[in-house]
């Protein structure tokens, strides 16, 4: 029955959600059935800063003064010429949280890499052949003791993915692929955690190759002339396991102020077994800087 739902959802999400040039993008607000895309090269870029901050001075009810930023950047370029196109993304984010009297804690810490081949036959989908890099920028910590434990480090544990399969992308708000996918999950320090084999208990290895079925899919939704809802969902299962998927499940909406500050609610899960079996749950109100580099 597990395995039936789960088929269920990937065929379902497959077609109903999609990526907009593999990046949420909020200064874009265009029609989704016109195509931005040009023959030749196509660079995309944006950069910005999120804010919150609270501060007391002789406030009688209590509080305690608080500054958290988190800066990121989304470039990329997407390259056509029929029937090929090939579309590469980067995207970065660091965040951190001070809290008076308990110092700057980390909350934003990513680097993701994205490199897409597709070529058009005139079908409904599109064959495609896909790279994605993931891992954290520096260190990072688990503050929930009495002291903070480092749990990550720049590829320490660092994710690659090669996938093969079907693109169905009928505009640029809307895509998803569905492909067997090869994921090596490479680790040093935090090996015991990441990428240890546990039927060999004589030797850690730092390096451990998944093989399995990866489905990605994201789309951009217009709410009012200047919001937008932006969604991303990755789902990855191995054939060793096909009841148990990797989970990851990014939601944005984004109501734009000014030429140059939005005001962002973002939410994400994640579920991961060889992290955690308890669902990871992110939520984050912000005022936001954005600028466009292209």
């Known amino acids: 029955m597990k395995k039936i739902l789960i088929f269920f959802i990937i065929v379902s999400t497959s ?16 029609n989704p059935e016109d195509s931005t895309l040009k023959q030749g090269w196509n ?8 804010l919150s901050q609270v501060a007391f001075k002789n406030w009688t009810q209590g509080g305690s003064n608080s500054l958290a930023f988190v800066a990121y950047t989304n470039v990329g370029t997407a390259y056509l010429s029929n029937p090929w196109k090939w579309k590469n993304l980067l995207k970065a984010s660091f965040g951190r949280t001070n809290i008076e009297d308990a110092g700057y804690r980390t909350t934003d810490n990513e680097i993701y890499f994205e490199s897409i081949l597709s070529r058009k036959f005139g079908w409904a989908v599109d064959p495609y ?3 994605t890099v993931r891992t954290a920028i520096t260190k990072g910590f688990d503050y929930g003791g009495e002291t903070r434990t480092q749990i990550v480090d720049f590829f320490d544990p660092g994710y690659i993915t090669e996938a093969l399969g079907f693109l169905y992308e009928p505009n640029d708000n809307f895509s998803s ?8 999950t490479i680790a040093n320090k935090f090996a015991l955690q990441y990428s240890d084999d546990p039927d060999t208990p004589d030797e850690v290895e730092k390096l451990k190759i998944d093989t399995g079925l990866e489905s990605v899919t994201a789309a951009v939704v217009p709410l009012a002339e200047n919001m937008q809802y ?3 969902l990755r789902l990855f299962s191995r054939f060793t396991s096909l009841d148990v998927w990797d989970v990851r499940w990014d939601n944005i909406i984004t109501a734009k102020v000014t030429k140059y500050i939005n005001v962002n609610l973002a939410v994400s899960l994640v579920h991961e077994i060889s992290q955690t079996r308890k669902t990871q749950f992110k939520e984050a109100l912000q005022i936001g800087i954005v600028y466009t580099l292209f």
Do not use: W
């Open 43 to 50: 660079p995309f870029g944006v950069v910005g800063l999120n």
């Open 129 to 131: 052949f896909a790279v």
């Open 177 to 184: 692929r569905l492909g067997i996918a090869v994921q090596q």
């Open 230 to 232: 932006g969604t991303f």
């Open 15 to 30: 077609i109903a959600f999609a990526q907009i040039e593999d990046v949420i993008k909020p200064q874009d607000f265009h």
